[in-house]
C-alpha cells in the first residue's frame, strides 16, 4: 500500500507563491509516476501538473502552464508543486496522486493513477 500525504496549503493573496509538498511512502517512491490535480466546490477533479518516474518528463493543464512547477526528489520521497503568480481561480483543493510505471511516461487523467492523497486547500484571496 501506498501513502500519500500532502501539505503547504494555506490562505494567500493573488500574485502570492506557493509551494505544496506531498510525501510518499510503503513502496519504492522512483516507481511511480505522479501528479497534482485540483478540485473546486461543485467541480470535477482536474489534471494540474505530471512528472514522469525519473523527473524527466514533466507537461501542465494549459492554465497553469508558465507559473507552476512539478519537481520531484526521489531521495527524499516527495513531490513538490510550486505555485507563482496565484489567482483567485486557483482556489481548490490540492491532490497529489501515484501511479505504479513501468515506463517514464506522464498521465493525465484521474482514473490512471492508484493512490491519492487526503488533500490539501489553497485559496487565493483577490
Known amino acids: 500500500q501506498v501513502q500519500l500525504v500532502e501539505s503547504g496549503g494555506r490562505l494567500v493573496q493573488a500574485g502570492g507563491s506557493l509551494r505544496l509538498s506531498c510525501v510518499v511512502s510503503?513502496?519504492?517512491?522512483?516507481?511511480?509516476?505522479m501528479g497534482w490535480f485540483r478540485q473546486a466546490p461543485e467541480k470535477e477533479r482536474e489534471f494540474v501538473a505530471a512528472?514522469?518516474?525519473?523527473?524527466?518528463?514533466?507537461n501542465y493543464a494549459d492554465s497553469v502552464k508558465g507559473r507552476f512547477t512539478i519537481s520531484r526528489d526521489n531521495a527524499k520521497n516527495t513531490v513538490y508543486l510550486q505555485m507563482n503568480g496565484l489567482k483567485p481561480e486557483d482556489t481548490a483543493g490540492y491532490y497529489c496522486?501515484?501511479?505504479?510505471?513501468?515506463?517514464?511516461?506522464?498521465?493525465?487523467?484521474?482514473?490512471?493513477?492508484?493512490?491519492w492523497g487526503q488533500g490539501t486547500q489553497v485559496t487565493v484571496s483577490s
Open positions: 496522486a501515484a501511479r505504479y510505471a513501468t515506463y517514464s511516461g506522464v498521465h493525465y487523467n484521474v482514473e490512471e493513477y492508484d493512490y
Open positions: 510503503g513502496r519504492t517512491f522512483s516507481n511511480y509516476a
Open positions: 512528472i514522469s518516474r525519473s523527473g524527466g518528463r514533466t
